[in-house]
Structures are given as C-alpha cells and as structure tokens.
T-cell receptor, first 108, second 113 residues
Framework: DAKTTQPNSMESNEEEPVHLPCNHS???????IHWYRQLPSQGPEYVIH?????VNNRMASLAIAEDRKSSTLILHRATLRDAAVYYC?????????WGAGTKLIIKP | NAGVMQNPRHLVRRRGQEARLRCSPM?????VYWYRQLPEEGLKFMVY????????ESGMPKERFSAEFPKEGPSILRIQQVVRGDSAAYFC???????????FGPGTRLTVL
C-alpha cells in the first residue's frame, strides 16, 4: 500500500508536547514527507515538510528516521486550537497521497 | 496576499443537473490541483493543471467530470449529470512553479439530492 500509516486518534493535555507518529515504509528516495492538518469543515492547512533532515518551523518540528521509513510530527506546546486531524502524506513529485490521518484531541 | 479562493462554498444540485466549482489560486501560483474528500476520509487526488494545460487527470472519473484552467480566470471543475455518489467536499490547492508545498482553499461542499 502506498499510503502512510497513522494512529486513528490521540489525546494530549493542553500546554504539553505532542508527538504524532507516522509510518511510511514504502517511501522512495525522492519522496518528501508532508504534514497537513484539517479542522472541521475547513480546507487542509500546511504544517511542515521534509526529505531527510529534521525540520523546524514556527508551527512544529518534523523528526525523520534515519532509514526514512517513519517520522514524527512534534507540537512543542499544544493548545486547544491545535485540535484537528493531522495527515502525514507521502509526496511523490506533485502528487500528495493522503491516508485517513490522526484525530488529535486536546484536553484542557 | 489572498489565499486560495473557492466558490461556491456550498452547492446543492438535483440528480442529473450540472455542478460547476470554481477555484482562484493564490497570486503568483500557476499550478492548480483538485481533490475530493468523503466524510471521515483523507483527500483523493483528482487532477493537476497548469495554465491552459491538463498535466495529470489520472484521478478523475472518465465520464461526467472535466476540469480546465484557462489563461484568464479561475480553474473550473465541472460535473455533468450529477449523481448522489458525487456528494463530497471538493478542495482546490495551488502552488508556484517548482515548489512542492500546496496551499488549499476552503472547499466546496456539494450535496446531490
């Protein structure tokens, strides 16, 4: 299967770090890993993407395993506004291959 | 810089009618992508267009669906003779040339009665 594998849902407490795992064992050498998130009734929002090295931006960090078969999205300090479905996506050239995502629930 | 715009946001059609969904990409973006999303599922790629060219339509149903991105104006996704199974959220994304990041619009929710 060309899709990525993610847990269906995860819970976290507000103001704590969140680690969202993703397996992509079929990834090829030129495929990027993208993360998007989607709130109910909204379009997906870009979070971060990377190829081999770990990446950081103002929203999150992306840790990519050395063999590239898995990665972890890290939200350093979750807020209630981070509650969404998070999609880990294998990007083959321009095609984004979407799985079912992880529903992140943030508890106050 | 306005984001990707889609209209209408909600569209209701009866079986057999036509649905036209419009997408205006972000300024400076010449690549447009259309995706379909069913409830509780991820997005499924439909078509990738550049100005006046269809680059990849491998995700488009062979019948009733068509897409265009003219030299002037928005990209249009057209569904002829809609059926209940066409009910879904349709998202458009755009990107500049040579960039893997895609920016999404708010979507059009099509309901076929």
């Amino acid at each position: 299967d060309a899709k990525t594998t993610q847990p269906n849902s995860m819970e976290s407490n507000e103001e704590e770090p969140v680690h969202l795992p993703c397996n992509h064992s079929t990834i090829s050498g030129t495929d990027y890993i993208h993360w998007y998130r989607q709130l109910p009734s909204q379009g997906p929002e870009y979070v971060i993407h990377g190829l081999t090295s770990n990446v950081n931006n103002r929203m999150a960090s992306l840790a990519i395993a050395e063999d590239r078969k898995s990665s972890t999205l890290i939200l350093h300090r979750a807020t209630l506004r981070d509650a969404a479905v998070y999609y880990c996506i294998k990007a083959s050239n321009y095609q984004l291959i979407w799985g079912a995502g992880t529903k992140l629930i943030i508890k106050p | 810089n306005a984001g990707v715009m889609q209209n209408p946001r909600h569209l209701v059609r009866r079986r057999g009618q036509e649905a036209r969904l419009r997408c205006s990409p972000m300024k400076g973006h010449s690549h447009v992508y259309w995706y379909r999303q069913l409830p509780e599922e991820g997005l499924k790629f439909m078509v990738y267009l550049q100005k006046e060219n269809i680059i990849d339509e491998s995700g488009m149903p062979k019948e009733r669906f068509s897409a265009e991105f003219p030299k002037e104006g928005p990209s249009i996704l057209r569904i002829q003779q809609v059926v209940r199974g066409d009910s879904a959220a349709y998202f458009c994304a755009s990107s500049p040339p040579s960039d893997r990041g895609q920016f999404f619009g708010p979507g059009t929710r099509l309901t076929v009665l």
